[in-house]
Structure formats: structure tokens, C-alpha cells
């Protein structure tokens, strides 16, 4: 059985990725404030995360970031999975949607679950599941391993909805027993 502590990022800031103009993807170039460094930095001294044997991350820099603290602080190596991304507002990679609130917003409203009815291409909460379980499968040969990523993305292996602060942890058992 493989024991995988799920991470949130640290509290992230836009202010310069907005102050540029970045849309997009571009959008999730977006940095750790102060206390997001400090919430890392904390998560780190948790005595859970020892023994851990390695550290996973979504290349998304708000979580890569967190993750490098992560590994700076308990030695634990670390490496990118790039499909622990972020939850997709815009599977098209197109970005034209008008109004984000109101694609996230339907997305909630729906439990993630897509319809006939659903207006936005965002992505399901069954295709992040899919995603994240494909990852995740890779590494039960290992006990224990830190990953570093997205609320949506650690809601997809415990419930929709598992409101998480920064930096919480939830802690999930995979494979065989």
C-alpha cells in the first residue's frame, strides 16, 4: 500500500503575471506570496511528510514552488508530473471564454459532472480523477510520496468539495493491501 500526501500549494500571487497581461496558461506562471513561502516552509517541518521517499509536483509554479521548499527543508527529492496540472477551466486551450467566474461557477453548480446542458469546456472532475490516478499508479512501488498540487486535483481523490487552506494536506492509500 502506497501512501500519498496530498499537498496544496502555498497561497499564490498574480500581481505580476497580471500586471504583464498574461492570459492563459500564462495566468499560472503565477508566484508564491511571502506567506505562501511561509505556509511551505511549515507543511515542511511536518512530521508526517519524514520517510517520505519522494516529492511529485504539477509544473505549475505556484505548486512547483512549494514543492522546492519542500525539498530545500527534508532533502527529499523531487520531480515534475506535468498531468498533476491544475483543474482545466478551458479544455480547448482556446482561453476565449468571456467570463471565468461563470465557467468555474457552472462547474460547481454541476459537481463537476458534465451535461448536455453545460456551456463551458472545462474540464470533468472524472477527467482529472483519470488523469491524477494515471500518475499516481506510477509510483506504488514506492511507501510513501509527497505530492505537491491543486485543490481540485486532491478534491479528485477524496470528494468535490473537501475545502482546502493552503498548504493542507489530505492523505489517500493506494494499491494493493
Known sequence: MTQFIMIRHGEPTYEIVQSRGFKGLGHDLGQLTLQGREQAYLRALDNELKDAELIISSPYTRALETA????????????????LHEWLIDTTMAYEIDDYRKAS?????????????????????????????????????????????????????????DNLGYCDKRIILKGAK
Not at 522546492?68 to 498531468?83: F, K
Not at 470533468?124 to 505530492?147: A, G, H
Request: charged share 25%; aromatic share 10%.
Open 105 to 161: 461557477d457552472e462547474f460547481w453548480q454541476s459537481k463537476g459532472i458534465r451535461s448536455k446542458d453545460t456551456l463551458y469546456p472545462w474540464e470533468s472532475i472524472d477527467s482529472v480523477k483519470n488523469r491524477v490516478d494515471k500518475v499516481l499508479e506510477k509510483y506504488l512501488d514506492y511507501k510513501k510520496v509527497i505530492v505537491v498540487c491543486h485543490g481540485i486535483v486532491i478534491n479528485s481523490q477524496t470528494f468535490l468539495g
Open 68 to 83: 522546492a521548499i519542500i525539498s530545500r527543508i527534508t532533502g527529499i527529492p523531487l520531480q515534475v508530473e506535468n498531468d
